[in-house]
């Protein structure tokens, strides 16, 4: 009996998402790469293997894959659905193709629609003889969940539902119970339908046992997964094509250097100057007129969610490697040219006296209710909202804020979210705009109604 196959998953949590190396000592496949291959390079380095095959499971929704990238880099061959309408030269596949990887490890193509059309799952087959241990299934099965149905569009999402709960049962028919479960999307992405909960790994018999499209009738299923689809981002729009044309890799460069007048005349033009530092710092002094999306939260998708596409973007952080991480982040989602950056503290950016707002709890919100009326601004999205939500708050979620900023409350705002993260955004957001807001930065669900503030559900 040959060695298991190594399993090498590797994370980019902050789009919530998986790609993966598998390898046998010597040769790999590598599994919908993000498009910062440098990452997938090192560890096939690190592991002394060769990558000779690049797997793309569909084209992709929510980033910039790096598969073209990884496979011309490499030399190694690049299979993406003989369906899919692509413009760069690939090795098609279709449903029951098997692609050998090497004497003991191949894969086996399943087709699985519902998340697009044209998705695939591979089987990893491996050992002697050979047999699954597992199953590389994108946006298909998911840890509890599926990948969401709606995001070629709504005249599409009843088919694609129905296709979901078809492919998630072939996959839990086709494949024996211990086989590992190894999604790309599920971890915080909006590509999933359903909550996945914090589990990190599973396999085909855990998910026939607790995954409600294993466990519940079709009808029920379907219903229940329609009625739970929430917004999702707005750069998800600009992924398809960009993955149907062929990215090229990333362009990590050190971006151009902004001085103080730089700085102040892209805020005046209207121009996008982000701030990556923390809510505590950027509440604590910034520069006016620059928007908060820190780097220690989802920094990509919510930036990526509410910049109007091809708007010229600085960032400001407190270090080059600040700056970096951020820009290794934006490159995954096809925002790829910086007009400028940063670094260091207000002070080095603008000769004018630092912006300032107000950090407090739910605590502190229900005790200033007592004494003076205020304005509050809850940014969740609708369904948290639908979920409960402090009596009288005006309720405009984050991605639709800068769109309907004279639906703000005058006066005194106090904003929140669900955590903090998105609240400082929106606090950021208003206090461009000349709103004095007071962010609250602490959990709804723990805090909210334990203060005596009045909620309805």
């Known amino acids: 009996m040959s060695a298991a196959p190594v399993i090498v998953p590797i994370e980019t949590p902050t789009l919530g998402d998986r ?63 003989a369906a899919d309408d692509v413009s760069y030269d690939r090795v098609p596949v279709s449903d029951g193709d098997v692609v050998e990887i090497s004497p003991t490890m191949r894969v086996r193509v399943i087709a699985t629609p519902g998340h697009t059309f044209t998705h695939l799952s591979y089987a990893l087959e491996a050992g002697d003889p050979l047999e699954p241990v597992g199953v590389f299934t994108g946006g298909s099965l998911l840890f509890g969940a599926t990948g969401r149905p709606d995001l070629l569009g709504h005249e599409h999402t009843d088919d694609l539902v129905h296709h979901q709960f078809a492919s998630a049962h072939r996959l839990a028919e086709e494949l024996p119970e211990h086989t590992h479960v190894l999604p790309t999307h599920g971890f915080g992405s909006f590509c999933s339908a359903g909550s996945t909960g914090d589990v990190t790994e599973s396999t085909i018999g855990r998910e026939k046992r607790q995954n409600p499209a294993l466990t519940q009738d079709e009808q029920q299923w379907v219903a229940d997964t329609l009625a739970g689809l929430d917004d999702y981002p707005a750069y998800y729009a600009h992924m398809g094509p960009a993955n149907s044309a062929g990215p090229s890799g990333a362009d990590l460069s050190t971006p151009e250097a902004a001085d103080k007048e730089t700085l102040a005349a892209r805020i005046a033009a209207g121009e996008w100057v982000v701030d990556l530092r923390s809510r505590t710092a950027f509440a604590a002094g910034h520069v006016t007129g620059t928007l908060n999306f820190g780097i220690d939260g989802q920094f990509a998708t919510y930036l990526g969610w509410l910049i109007p596409w091809g708007t ?59 004494h003076r009326p205020v304005a509050v601004l809850d940014v969740r999205r609708s369904s948290e909202y639908a979920d409960g939500h402090i009596d009288g708050a005006t309720h405009i979620p984050l991605h639709e804020l800068l769109g309907r900023l004279d639906e703000v409350p005058g006066g005194e705002v106090w904003v929140h979210c669900a955590a903090g993260y998105r609240a400082s955004i929106a606090a950021s957001v208003l206090a461009a705009h000349g709103i004095r807001p007071v962010a609250i930065d602490d959990s709804f669900d723990e805090s909210a109604a334990a203060a005596g503030l009045p909620l309805t559900h």
């Open 19 to 81: 790609s993966y190396l598998a390898h046998d000592g010597e040769v790999a496949v590598v599994v919908d790469p993000q498009r910062d291959i440098d990452r997938v390079l090192s560890i096939a380095e690190s592991a002394g293997v060769r990558i000779t095959h690049v797997l793309e499971t569909h084209i992709h929704n929510d980033y910039v894959t790096g598969g073209l990238a990884l496979a011309q880099a490499t030399g190694a061959a690049y299979h993406v659905n």
């Open 312 to 370: 010229p973007l600085t960032l400001l952080g407190d270090s080059p490697e600040q700056v970096a991480e951020a820009q290794r982040e934006l490159v995954r989602i096809g925002i790829d040219r910086l007009a400028g950056a940063a670094t260091g503290s207000p002070a080095d950016w603008s000769d004018a006296d630092p912006g300032t707002f107000e950090r407090a709890e739910f605590a502190d919100l229900a005790q200033v209710r007592h």
